[in-house]
């Protein structure tokens, strides 16, 4: 069979702004505040305990109207009052999150109608506690080609509902909330190259337990699932530690490197709120000097996920420690195992 080569048609293709940046920023935090004594009815563990190893001092659980569709809500809308950047502007809205528990559809439709992004683009990635950093290296790109002006970068979780409350290794670790950031064009750089991977030959080491395909084959065969069969997230929780202080502090060095920042230019550091210790050790590793700013939210906030670091990063704008300007690095990591980090400008 001979084939014919024809002349391709020359395709229009977009391109868009010189840079991307983040805009504003807008969190929700559930009002229920749950402190250690509290979780320490639910396993033995003690507050000194948590306090030491975690760094936690309370955390948020939502109530059942807060779920991931209203915090997100909430956070959006602060975020785009805090842009000045009306719904009906964003082009696509990404939402990052494991806990929302329909398959189909995807959550981020729903929220995009809500906020009255009519008509964006809206789809939702599964990029656990890197979801954040994932959604801002995708917003950047859209941004650069022209995809899309502006885009909403969400993460919302409701972790308690995806926690076993009697596991002493994570009941006292995960939390709830929502973070959203409002990203579009810029005159200068102001959102640095990913640094981003996975290693899916860790993934074991944080998982959800009995997938939805189990838990249906059981409904279906009339078994009640019970306690032991519910969908819980088990992590084994010192691999991780390790994985997170040393392997992950190298990505966050090469982010700054790609940015062409160093520890003396950067002014502040904003990595995922997993364990105090973690930020700790990372810190170290970077020899971060005394004057950069870190976020610190996870002692009041426990480990949201996706939406730990634009919950941090909101409350370092808040307290005024940080300023308008200041370049800053965010690192997410977490299941998969996955991680991304990047060097942005503060909103
Ligand atoms: C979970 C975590 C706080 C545990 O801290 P750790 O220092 O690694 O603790 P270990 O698991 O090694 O356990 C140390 C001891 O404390 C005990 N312990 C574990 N959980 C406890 C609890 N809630 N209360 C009291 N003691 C506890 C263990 O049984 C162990 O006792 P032993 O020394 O007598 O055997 C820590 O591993 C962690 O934060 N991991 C990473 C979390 C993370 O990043 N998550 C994923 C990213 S989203």
């Known amino acids: 069979m001979t084939t014919t080569q024809v002349q391709p048609a020359a395709l229009k293709v977009t391109t868009g702004a010189a840079y991307g940046r983040i805009l504003g920023i807008g969190g929700y935090r559930p009002s229920r505040v749950v402190d250690n004594a509290e979780i320490c009815t639910m396993i033995d563990s003690s507050d000194e305990w948590i306090k030491t190893r975690s760094g936690i001092l309370e955390r948020r659980w939502a109530e059942p109207h807060e779920t991931v569709q209203m915090m997100a809500v909430e956070a959006a809308r602060k975020a785009l009052a805090r842009a000045e950047i009306a719904p009906e502007q964003i082009d696509c809205v990404i939402v990052s999150t494991v806990t929302h528990f329909h398959q189909t559809p995807a959550i981020a439709t729903r929220i995009a109608a809500a906020v009255g992004a009519k008509g964006a683009a809206a789809f939702d990635i599964g990029a656990a506690c890197a979801g954040f950093c994932y959604a801002t ?19 919302a979780e409701r972790l308690s509902d995806l926690t076993d409350k009697h596991d002493r290794t994570t009941a006292f670790l995960f939390a709830d909330g929502a973070g959203a950031a409002v990203i579009g064009p810029s005159d200068s750089p ?25 838990a249906i084959l059981q409904a279906e065969a009339g078994q009640d699932a019970g306690a032991s069969g519910r969908a819980v997230l088990r992590m084994e929780g010192n691999p991780v530690f390790k994985w997170a202080a040393y392997t992950i502090a190298k990505v966050a060095a090469d982010a700054m490197e790609r940015a062409g920042v160093t520890a003396e230019t950067l002014d502040v550091f904003a990595p995922h709120q997993a364990n105090m210790r973690i930020v700790d050790a990372m810190a170290r590793t970077l020899r971060l000097p005394e004057r950069v700013v870190i976020a610190r939210d996870i002692a009041h906030q426990g480990n949201t996920s996706a939406a730990s670091i634009p919950l941090a990063l909101e409350a370092l704008m808040e307290s005024r420690e940080v300023h308008l300007g200041q370049t800053c690095l965010i690192i997410g990591f977490g299941a998969g195992l996955v991680y991304a980090g990047q060097v942005i400008v503060l909103p």
């Open 190 to 214: 102001a959102i640095g190259p990913v640094a981003w991977g996975s290693d899916g030959d860790q993934a074991d080491l944080i998982v959800q337990t009995n997938a939805w395909d189990a």
């Open 137 to 155: 290296a995708l917003a950047d790109s859209m941004i650069r080609t022209g995809t899309a002006k502006y885009v909403l970068a969400i993460g």
